[in-house]
């Protein structure tokens, strides 16, 4: 079955400092890895993409990594600001074309306190 | 600006009164899709459409209906709410899910006692 793993669930740091998120993912076939940004009570945006060949990606202080081979991704936070405070989702495509076609973990809720 | 817009952002009301919640987009988009999220759950798809008038049941679609008689519109209808469906719902739309991910809505929190 299908499956997006991601660990933490919850994680508080203070303001400054880094984090790593983890997504492990049982997706077969796999097409591409994203990871959402939702603030509380808002609808999630996309922060990064990647497919089966690209290593790292970033986007500001954010950089997402994948390892297609174990089958694990990961983003770091660099430098957390509290508006870094947020739920953080992994979500793999299979890349069929049909609306099922992407696998949403449960998400990482991060709190970054002064 | 491109965006999809969802109303109302709350609801509350009462177990068994007939309520719709509306979802538009503007970026041409052939998929739609509604979520309901809930503490430890994630995101759960309730239904999805590929394009206008063709719609399929995703992971929890016991008590919702959908339609697409536009492109742009996809409305959520739950005809006889019950309190197990108290949840926050987000609508979505894509040109491609698989692809190129979907574009969320704000979402709409509701509330059935």
């Known amino acids: 079955k299908n499956q997006v793993e991601q660990s933490p669930q919850s994680l508080i740091i203070l303001e400054g400092k880094n984090c790593t998120l983890q997504?492990?993912?049982?997706?077969?076939?796999?097409?591409?890895l994203r990871w959402y940004k939702q603030d509380t009570g808002r609808g999630p945006v996309s922060l990064t993409i990647?497919?089966?060949?690209?290593n790292t990606k970033s986007n500001g202080r954010y950089t997402a990594t994948l390892d297609a081979d174990t089958k694990q991704s990961s983003l770091h936070i660099t430098a957390s600001q509290l508006s870094d405070s947020a739920s953080y989702i992994c979500v793999v495509s299979d890349g069929n074309q049909a609306g099922t076609a992407l696998i949403f973990g449960k998400g990482t809720t991060l709190s970054v306190s002064s | 600006e491109a965006q999809v817009t969802q109303n109302p952002r709350y609801l509350i009301t009462v177990t068994g009164k007939k309520l719709t919640v509306t979802c538009s987009q503007n970026m041409n988009h052939e998929y739609m899709s509604w979520y309901r999220q809930d503490p430890g759950l994630g995101l759960r798809q309730i239904y999805y459409?590929?394009?206008?008038?063709?719609?399929d049941k995703g992971d929890v679609p016991e008590g919702y209906k959908v339609s697409r008689k536009e492109k742009r519109n996809f409305p959520l209808i739950l005809e006889s709410p019950s309190p197990n469906q108290t949840s926050l719902y987000f609508c979505?739309?894509?040109?491609?899910?698989?692809?190129?991910?979907?574009?969320f809505g704000s979402g709409t929190r509701l509330t059935v006692v």
């Open positions: 990647m497919t089966f060949s690209e």
């Open positions: 997504c492990n993912y049982t997706v077969s076939p796999f097409s591409n």
């Open positions: 459409s590929m394009n206008v008038e063709v719609t």
């Open positions: 979505a739309s894509s040109l491609s899910p698989g692809t190129y991910g979907y574009t």
